[in-house]
């Protein structure tokens, strides 16, 4: 047994071994259904309706069982998760039958399955793939790809495609597929070869065979390649049509296909990539060499044929399909179901891409395809064959239609082919390919060749260049199957013999030994395996699967009967190899690799999942392994990789604890020491030999104890930890001495310098010693710095380097001081070790470094490990950026601070790391602080590594930190302020990064739902507002529950009339009724109001319809509440007079709708109600949805369902709606939709639409909406023109025919929007002439352009004669010419519109019309409007104003002359059209001047109407401006919800009766929602484009009643919702997440009218305009400052305000919140807690929660400040206090460890306890880094504090000085001299002599030797001599005694 035992001593042992089921098949027999589906699926018609059904149905359930078990397979991968889950688990894909089954699962997580896929026809192929979408370019970037992870599920017909976020595609397969392979770009598809093919004549050029698919989407495009020249060597591309060409292998990255020649039976590697545009025009102009007619045939009929596939028609005979000489016969081939596609490229955007997924079509398709047929495939008379060939002659393919070929996408480079064997090898495809990297990162990519037992591996590499591979040669390994263990760089091979052996590359790692695998065929006789079953010749279901991944066409590949007499001539040299390894036999095949898992196929059919071992668990064996690898030559690398791996997982394996001892003696025995020998690493040895496999191989000398047992106890690490542990000290224990006896039996231990790494020991010796600077640098890794130095100090004293070894002891002087051994090196021997230029006399010391930088001492450069050693690279250029001030030290790579160690070899991987880990400093930032918080940022450094960086080390950057916390850049990323602390606007940061989905705190802010009340109460449409935010801005009274009621419309009315005596009941019944139509008409108007005050403020749920509220025209009459009906028929009521509120009403639901909600055209269709016919409701939430932009998303199809319908009002809101989502994009779709409406747009001769008048209205106006500011001349001429329309015989433009010009002009204004007199092009036009015309009357001018004709014949009703109709024209002509002019202060036009001064003129023109042209004349001279009364009597001309002295009086002296009532009807239109345009102006900026104007106005309007002068002006003249008006005053105060407009408002809805109709109750309802415009959050802009939308929205001119759009289209009301943006700013409490009030700073731009002027505003509040803005700040005590610099760009602003407005802010310390404390009393540091007060130092724990809300503080104030009855604690309770309360109060909690440490360590020195200098160093450096130079500057102009409070740092200092002064003193100076003149110190004090010597930076002896210093007999020669060491004049004063030889004479 002997034997056995070594033999598995050398052996891997594999990790844990389950047996392994594909979850797919557990889940596939409990799935619903897939029997049945099967059972559909391979029954024949014939048996289904055969006589004897039962026999056919048994039939065909046996035929599944046996179909189940062939078509099942499944593959695996690694599991793909979020970015920052570190999980390690498998995916699974499994197919059977129609199922496809994805699941995922590891061996700690349960699997589940994921998504689970049934198709119609058996699935014959299943794969991931990712497909990548490129995005839109932005501007100056390039276009980023995002990659859409995807399962391709491939039917015989097509490929579904189902991507992880829920989009499913089905792409026609225009041929019979043979394979399809995934790629980095997407499918490849291998289309499978007909036979028929073959004999076909050479002049044909073959078909493509290789197809490749960017994306679902997309067109099946052919493959080209391009080859290796032949003999001519000119590389061309062609189309891959070569049937011999088979791929075997397809890989993402690197981007290779792997090919095998059936004809030459050679394998090849191809590049894939994207084609070139040259490439792709070479392929297209000249397919083949020989320029024949046929090729081009052949493309065309190709792409005639893929084309008319991807429509959906089905090819009866393919060019790719078997020919039958009956082309009826062969109709089954591709299914009539091939899944049409709505989809070319060519289709604009706006078709979106609706796939209809029904499995069949009619029978309209055949029609095209038997044309197609024939066009192509007649015989051809040419060729005179009679077969169906595509090669018909040229004249006849000519006759295709879409001959426009099919574009190429991707291109195969040739790489590389295996060179030719002698005897070609039949049979020889690899059936299984894979790439593997080694242990030192060398790529190979392996091909096993069954048939020949063979594994064949070749080396490649990037270029340098990184643009191609290079391959090497190729390596045979004898093996039977292979696979790649990944996460170890290794694979596994399973050789001839059974043995299951692990490679690395191509170099043998050892055989893996796999515990408990049954051997249930082998009795105790009987050891061999009995011959009766060879290896190959049990087939089990999943081996087809496994061997050949997703074979389709089995004809391809070999039939299995060659592979048994293969596997049977073997049978021999396998016997003789079968020695003992009886497990071996029973391995068949291996497959699934994932990571480090793999499935054994055992020969039973069992399935087994082994894990292969990691290289290592522990962090520091595996840093130490990374510098071993980097330093050394590649081979030499490799063999210590695999010897450590050996000895790492050799069978019965260490455990975890002892894995560094067993590193240790590896590498020394590697090293050539005799470990047994030399005392520590024997120990390490005993300690770690707990397996019994291990100690075996020692000899054990007897079994009765002995005294080496006692002395190895003594030894040992534990009694040394014991010894120096604290309760040791407590008990005074006295330390046991060790004698050492046998250390002379080794005198001289000499090292074997034959061994591995005998001459790399300096090398090596030196990377170990940067590894351990660098875990100097880590909290975490101390404790491997303490095994570290054991090792590196004996390696030190071998190598004879004192002043290492005296640096390792300064730093751990109790661990290395036990180290006596010495391994001598010979001279002769020492001279074979290869010394590294790299390796310095003087230990770098990365703490020693820090310390001179900070001293501003001259340093060398700091060595490093590329890679390897990151934070010290960090470290140090952090320290010479932040400290030395030097902003270069990022940017430049080998630096003068640091110094790369350069290996041999690797070059190009090390520069692939620096070139991923250099620092890129922001430009941007100002302060050398920010420049290094954002360098850090972009390495990814974050709080948690700064915790793990010593507090001496990490003060400099928490310095720098603490700097940029208080004003830190508005455009950091989050993770530069996460960095900082400053939660608030690193939580802003990512919301900003997040997708613009739903609100990301919405939810906290909208109710969870209906309470109680609210789920009682009917829906009234106003449920979603957010109740917290309204009532943060309106706290003080309920007016928003007031605006609610009055907005509500789903309640009936109350209806109070009384009844008189003399009134019977029917008259009393009327006289209700009549009432309620009063009321009603109120009713019907309140929806545009409702929808202004819930604009945008609900997101929908996907799955649930859009709730529309009902209006109630239904009245309750008092005192009974019966119900008053509108329907009893006892009243006349007009008839659909509900038709437009019920528009209305859908359109204000649609607006609640936020425009950032995640909603698709599925839903917008999907709100529509079933089975009824369409409803006005639905029209309006149409149009909601295209204002607020998510109609763009309907698809195609569903806008032409609908405009089909001819439903008119749904015409109207689809086609405004449409209009207003594509504004001003010229969108050419959209503008056909509109045209088709527009007799004007179409041309002459077309056929006459019945087209609706308000349809037509609604067109005019949705193309000026998609038109708009473009100018577009063609549009602008036919505006114009519509403009003055005469109306038409046979009744067209009759009726309504104001709207109709109206709505032109609107439209005329809208494209020439703002463009005046810059009418480029136009001006043969002369618009501003004709539109004057219009205005004013005169002779019609002949119609310009082509629609001439069409006004020839006059209408028949109305007699207009040659003259403009100025009653009808003026409206719209006026507001064109404002729009025209807008903001452009054009006098001459001004002076146009100017009111006429005398009666006679002003007699000619009627009252409104004045109102229009003051509006007009006010928005072109924009800039002269003043928010004063003066400006507008300005407008009012003299005439008017001597005769209207006051509104509201009757009397006064008028001249006889005079008409009052035109005078006082002009007067009244001026004063409001002078408003409206006030009001534009000022529109959402709340301007006091102009609030204060309007609201006199408005007063004065509502006196005058109940005045008895009214009568004179006309009551509806007055109530018309006092609409207006009070419009006006809501638009300057939209948003605010001031409450004396409110007032007005609520006085307006009760009037009802009288005057006040339908329009009047609108338009103060409008008012109303104006004033509370999406519930506070909306203000109005006064862009150009937002002042036409308002001009459309508020026209001057109500409607009469609820159907009347004679002067104006009531659906135009809603476009003020263009004119509408977010400004409200809401400050969030990061901590809490919820609303809170803060103090804004606004400081707004200097302009023409005011200087740069600045005002606080109390936050949640509108904001201005922000184009105003020059900045805005958080600020007052109580928040942490945060600036948004406008100047800079408005976009972040702009993201922040468009998602709700939340800007998170932070509590400072102590602070309470306005709501709690809006004064500022309460808060902590106002109270009695101050510095002076000697009660704060016991500060009450609940006092400190007030001042933060963090667990950890609480606790430490909990735990650590209470009182407590104990004596002796009181100062360290009130220093414990001080600090956290500094720490607490001045905002740097993160302090508080670094003080504790400090007052720890000082403490531990007192006690003199400190057994290593590590906390030492750190003081040393915190206190250094507060001397330094650059912070005295830094201080000298700054106020804030210091991080770490000085008098702290005195006090510490302080108490340091005296400890080590009296140790001094007492018997330190002895122990001091001894060590400065080289003599052997005493053992006991020797930890004191390390702290003393590294906190007063005493030379080493080295040094001090250097100098000269010998004989030295004065102070000041010593002085001089010293001052080249540059010691502080401290340490001079304490060595200068010693060192002068009289210790006892100290300076004291």
């Given at each position: ?772 600077e660098e875990l100097k640098l880590d909290n975490l890794m101390r404790e491997g710095a303490r095994s570290l130095v054991i090792l590196l100090y004996q390696l030190a004293r071998d190598l004879k380097l004192d002043m290492y070894m005296d640096s390792y002891w300064r730093d751990y002087p109790l661990l ?920 704060f130092l016991s500060i009450k724990p609940e006092a400190v929660s007030a001042f933060t809300s963090d667990p950890a503080l609480l606790s430490f104030a909990e735990y650590f400040c209470k009182q407590s009855k104990k004596e002796g604690k009181q100062d360290m309770l009130d220093l414990l206090s001080s ?124 040094q001090i030797a250097a100098t000269g210093i010998e004989g030295t007999a004065s102070f000041s020669e010593l002085l001089l001599k010293f001052s080249q060491l540059h010691l502080p004049v401290q340490t001079l004063l304490r060595l200068a005694p010693v060192m002068l030889g009289r210790p006892q004479a100290?300076?004291?």
């Open positions: 047994m002997s034997n056995v035992y070594e033999e598995r001593v050398t052996m891997i042992a594999a990790g844990e071994m389950q047996e392994f089921v594909p979850f797919g098949r557990d889940h596939c027999r409990r799935h619903p259904n897939a029997t049945n589906l099967q059972l559909r699926q391979l029954q024949p018609a014939s048996e289904l309706w055969s006589s004897d059904g039962d026999a056919g149905l048994v039939g065909s359930l046996r035929e599944v069982t046996i179909h189940e078990k062939q078509k099942e397979s499944w593959h695996l991968r690694k599991g793909t998760c979020d970015i920052g889950e570190e999980l390690d688990y498998d995916e699974e894909l499994y197919v059977a039958g129609n199922m496809v089954i994805w699941s995922r699962g590891s061996k700690n997580h349960a699997s589940s399955v994921y998504k689970a896929f049934t198709v119609d026809s058996p699935v014959l192929q299943a794969l991931w793939c990712d497909f990548s979408i490129p995005q839109d370019k932005t501007e100056g970037t390039e276009a980023q790809e995002r990659t859409e992870k995807c399962v391709c599920i491939v039917q015989k017909s097509c490929v579904n495609v189902h991507t992880v976020d829920g989009k499913d595609y089905i792409a026609p397969l225009p041929f019979q597929v043979a394979d399809v392979w995934a790629t980095k770009y997407g499918l490849i598809f291998e289309r499978s070869n007909p036979v028929q093919e073959a004999p076909l004549s050479p002049l044909r050029e073959p078909l493509p065979t290789m197809f490749s698919m960017l994306h679902p989407l997309d067109e099946i495009a052919p493959l080209v390649c391009k080859p290796t020249g032949g003999v001519t060597n000119i590389t061309r591309v062609q189309y891959v049509a070569d049937y011999t060409l088979k791929i075997i292998f397809s890989s993402s990255a690197p981007s290779i296909i792997v090919t095998y020649d059936t004809a030459q039976c050679l394998h090849a590697v191809w590049a894939l990539r994207k084609i070139k545009t040259e490439e792709q025009n070479t392929v297209l102009r000249c397919p083949s060499t020989a320029g024949t007619p046929q090729q081009i045939v052949t493309s065309s009929s190709l792409t005639a044929h893929l084309r008319s596939v991807s429509k959906g028609e089905s090819p009866i005979a393919s060019p790719f399909q078997n020919f039958s000489s009956f082309p009826g016969q062969n109709r089954s081939t591709v299914s009539p179901g091939a899944h049409s596609r709505s989809h070319s490229p060519s289709i604009s955007n706006m078709a979106a891409l609706s796939r209809s997924h029904s499995p069949s079509l009619g029978a309209s398709s055949f029609s095209g395809v038997q044309r197609f047929n024939l066009s192509t495939y007649t015989p051809s008379p040419k060729q005179g064959r009679n077969s169906h060939s595509p090669n018909s002659t040229l004249s006849d393919s000519l006759l295709v239609p879409e001959t426009e070929p099919v574009i190429p996408e991707l291109c195969l480079d040739h790489l590389w082919t295996e060179s030719a064997h002698n005897v070609r090898e039949k049979n020889s495809q690899a059936s299984k390919v894979f790439t593997t990297i080694d242990l030192c990162g060398q790529k190979f990519l392996c091909y096993l060749v069954e048939s020949r037992h063979q594994l064949r591996c070749v080396k490649f590499e990037e270029s340098n260049d990184l643009t191609q591979l290079i391959f090497g040669t190729v390596t045979v390994i004898q093996a039977r199957d292979a696979a790649p263990v990944e996460s170890v760089n290794t694979m596994m091979v399973l050789e001839s013999n059974g043995n299951l052996v692990l490679y690395t590359g191509i170099i043998r790692v050892g055989k893996v030994f796999i515990a408990g695998v049954p051997t249930p065929s082998l009795s105790a006789s009987n050891t061999l395996p009995r011959p009766s079953t060879p290896l190959g010749s049990i087939s089990t279901p999943a081996r087809p699967s496994s061997r050949h991944p997703g074979a389709l066409d089995e004809a391809v590949w070999p039939s299995p009967v060659p592979e048994l007499n293969d596997s049977t001539k073997i049978q021999d040299s396998y016997m003789d190899d079968c020695t003992f390894h009886q497990i071996g036999t029973y391995i068949h095949s291996l497959r699934d690799p994932v990571q480090n898992r793999v499935t054994l196929e055992m020969n039973n059919g069992n399935l087994l999942r082994i894990t292969t071992p990691e290289i290592t668990n522990s962090q520091l064996v595996k840093k130490c392994l990374q510098a071993i690898k980097y330093i050394l030559p590649k081979e030499v690398a490799v063999q210590v990789l695999i010897k450590w791996y050996n000895a790492y997982n050799a069978p019965g394996g260490p455990n975890y604890h002892s894995e560094w001892n067993m590193f240790v003696i590896c590498l020394m025995n590697m090293m050539g020491y005799n470990t047994d020998r030399l005392t520590w690493t024997r120990n390490l040895d005993l300690e770690g030999s707990l397996s019994p496999v291990i100690a075996a191989k020692k000899a054990r000398p007897s079994d009765v104890g002995s005294e080496e047992d006692w002395e190895y106890l003594l030894s040992c690490d534990y009694h040394h930890n014991f010894e120096s542990h604290l309760l040791a000290g407590v008990l005074h224990l006295d330390p046991l001495e060790v004698l050492h006896p046998k250390e002379e039996t080794f005198p001289n231990l000499g090292l074997d310098s034959t061994t591995l790494l005998y001459n790399h020991i300096p090398a090596i010796f030196f990377v170990l010693h940067l590894i351990y290395v001081k036990a180290l006596k051994q010495t391994c001598k090196i010979d001279q002769a021997q020492a001279r074979l070790m290869h010394q590294p230029p790299f390796l310095t006399v003087e230990p770098p010391s990365i703490y020693q470094w820090l310390s001179s930088c900070l001293n501003g001492d001259i340093m060398s450069p700091f060595p490093y490990l590329p890679g390897i050693c990151e934070r010290t690279k960090l470290i140090v250029q952090s320290f010479a950026l932040y400290v030395l001030g030097d902003e270069k030290a990022l940017s430049q790579e080998s630096s003068q601070y640091l110094f790369r160690i350069a290996a041999g070899q690797r070059k190009q991987q090390a520069e692939e790391d620096n070139k991923r880990l250099s620092l890129h400093p922001c430009t941007s930032s100002s302060s050398l602080a920010a420049k290094l918080v954002v360098s850090l940022t972009n390495l990814g450094f974050t709080l948690k590594d700064l915790e793990t960086v010593p507090f001496g080390v990490a003060l400099p950057i928490r310095d720098a930190i603490y700097h940029c916390r208080e004003q830190p850049s508005s455009d950091w990323s989050e993770a530069a302020c996460s960095l900082i602390g400053r939660q608030d606007l690193s939580k802003q940061a990512h919301e900003g990064n997040l997708h613009k989905t739903k609100s990301a705190i919405g939810h906290v802010l909208l109710p969870d739902g209906a309470s109680g009340t609210e789920a009682e109460e009917e829906e009234d449409g106003m449920n979603d507002m957010s109740q917290d935010l309204m009532s943060l801005i309106w706290n003080e009274d309920l007016r928003v529950q007031e605006v609610r009621r009055l907005l509500q419309s789903t309640h009936p009315v109350r209806v109070n009339v009384i009844q008189m005596p003399e009134m019977s009941d029917h008259e009393y019944i009327e006289e209700k009724e009549n009432r309620l139509l009063q009321l009603c008409q109120r009713t019907m108007a309140l929806p545009p109001g409702r929808g202004m005050f819930t604009l945008f403020s609900y997101h929908p749920v996907p799955t649930e319809p859009l709730p529309i509220p009902k209006l109630n025209l239904t009245g309750r009459a008092p005192p009974r509440n019966t119900t008053v009906d509108l329907n009893s028929g006892n009243i006349d009521v007009p008839p659909n007079m509900a038709s437009w509120a019920s528009f209305h009403n859908g359109v204000a639901a649609g607006l609640k709708v936020a425009p950032a909600s995640q909603i698709d055209s599925a839903w917008i269709v999907y709100n529509r109600q079933k089975n009824t016919e369409l409803t006005n409701e639905y029209a309006g939430l149409l149009m909601a949805l295209g204002l607020n932009g998510h109609l763009s998303k309907l698809t195609t199809m569903s806008i032409h369902d609908y405009l089909s319908k001819g439903h008119e009002m749904t015409s109207i809101g689809l086609l405004l709606g449409i209009s207003a989502a594509k504004l001003g994009t010229m969108d050419i779709s959209v503008t056909r939709l509109l045209s088709i409406h527009i007799p004007a747009l179409l041309p002459p001769t077309s056929t006459e639409l019945d087209v609706p008048h308000n349809l037509q209205v609604a067109a005019v106006m949705g193309i000026g909406l998609v038109y708009q500011g473009t100018a577009h001349r063609h549009i602008a001429e036919v505006l114009l023109t519509e403009i003055g329309r005469p109306p038409g015989p046979e009744m067209e433009n009759c009726t309504d025919r104001e709207s109709y010009s109206l709505a032109s002009g609107l439209a005329l204004g809208m494209v020439c929007l703002g463009h005046g007199s810059n009418l480029i092009g136009m001006s043969d036009l002369n618009v501003p002439d004709q539109l004057y015309q219009y205005m004013v009357g005169g002779h019609r001018r002949t119609q310009p352009g082509i629609h001439r004709e069409k006004h020839k014949s006059p209408s028949y009703q109305i007699k207009e004669g040659d003259t403009v109709n100025v009653d009808v024209t003026c409206p719209g002509a006026t507001l064109a010419l404002a729009l025209l002019y807008l903001k452009t202060n054009n006098r001459s036009i001004a002076d146009w519109l100017r009111a006429p001064d005398t009666q006679y003129l002003l007699d000619f023109v009627k009252p409104e019309f004045l109102l229009m042209r003051t509006l007009a004349r006010g928005l072109i001279m924009w800039d002269e409007i003043k928010p004063n009364p003066t400006w507008i009597n300005s407008n009012i001309p003299p005439i008017v104003r001597q005769n209207n002295a006051s509104l509201n009086s009757m009397d006064g002296q008028v001249a006889d002359d005079v008409d009052l009532q035109t005078m006082r009807q002009a007067h009244i239109n001026i004063i409001a059209g002078a408003c409206m345009a006030m009001g534009l102006r000022f529109a959402g900026s709340s301007n006091a001047a102009a609030f204060n104007c309007l609201y006199k106005y408005v007063k004065m309007f509502l006196e005058s109407v109940s005045s008895p002068a009214a009568a004179l002006a006309g009551h509806h003249n007055l109530e018309t401006c006092l609409s207006v008006v009070l419009l006006s005053l809501a638009l300057v105060m939209a948003g605010t919800g001031n409450l004396k407009v409110l007032q007005i408002c609520r006085f307006m809805h009760k009037r009802t009766g009288g005057e006040m109709n339908y329009g009047f109750h609108m338009a103060s309802h409008m008012a109303l929602g104006l004033l509370f415009l999406g519930g506070g959050r909306y203000s109005l802009c006064t862009s150009n484009s937002a002042i036409a939308a308002l001009l459309c929205a508020l026209y001057p001119r109500f409607p009469a009643h609820s159907t009347d759009n004679r002067y104006h289209l009531q659906a135009l009301r809603h476009l003020y919702v263009l004119a509408a943006e977010p400004r409200l700013l809401v400050p969030v409490d990061v901590d809490t997440n919820t609303p809170c009030y803060a103090l804004i700073k606004v400081t707004y731009k200097a302009s023409q009218w005011c200087e740069e002027t600045t005002v606080n505003l109390m936050a949640p509040s509108l904001l201005p305009e922000l184009h105003l803005l020059k900045e805005i700040k958080v600020k007052g005590p109580k928040y942490w400052e945060i600036m948004m610099d406008l100047s800079k760009g408005l976009a972040s602003l702009q993201s922040i305000l468009s998602k709700d407005g939340f800007l998170y802010v932070k509590l400072r310390a102590g602070h309470l919140s306005y709501t709690e404390d809006p004064k500022g009393f309460r808060s902590l540091l106002a109270q009695t807690f101050t510095h002076r007060n000697p009660e600090i956290l309360y500094e720490c607490v109060t001045q905002e740097k909690p993160e302090m508080l460890p670094t003080y504790i440490a400090i007052d720890q360590a000082v403490r531990r020195l007192e006690r003199t306890e400190l057994t290593e200098t590590f906390e030492l160093w750190q003081i040393k450096l915190v206190q250094q880094f507060y001397n330094s130079v650059c912070l005295q500057d830094k201080f000298k102009n700054s106020t804030s504090a210091l991080l770490i409070n000085s008098e702290f740092l005195l006090a510490m200092k302080s108490m340091l000085d005296k400890t080590l002064d009296q140790w001094l003193h007492a018997s330190g100076d002895v122990l001091l001299h001894s060590y400065l003149s080289g003599q052997p110190v005493e053992e006991s004090k020797i930890s004191m002599l390390a702290c003393f010597l590294v906190y007063h930076s005493v030379p080493t002896l080295q100290m300076l004291v």
